[in-house]
């Protein structure tokens, strides 16, 4: 397994954990997650996604910023 992988295999899982926590507390104690929670959760998967696609991913981030 070559050492991004396990990198991108690793972050997901520990991403993944934090999601569940958050759906648990949305649903069975109908607690809103904390908003800097779920924004460091959507980082975390951007830069994810920077990583596996970093091509892909600069594009359309230039294209947001000139909208």
């Known amino acids: 397994?070559?050492?991004k992988k396990a990198v991108v295999k690793t972050q997901l899982s520990k991403l993944?954990?934090?999601?569940?926590?958050?759906h648990a507390a949305v649903t069975e104690?109908?607690?809103m997650?904390?908003?800097a929670e779920?924004?460091?959760a959507?980082?975390?998967?951007e830069e994810l996604l920077e990583l596996?696609?970093?091509?892909?991913?600069?594009?359309?981030?230039?294209?947001?910023?000139k909208t």
């Open 1 to 3: 397994m070559s050492e």
């Open 16 to 22: 993944r954990k934090e999601l569940r926590d958050m």
């Open 29 to 31: 104690e109908q607690i």
């Open 33 to 35: 997650p904390n908003p």
């Open 38 to 40: 779920v924004k460091n």
């Open 42 to 45: 959507m980082t975390k998967m």
């Open 52 to 65: 596996i696609e970093p091509k892909k991913n600069k594009s359309k981030s230039k294209a947001k910023k």
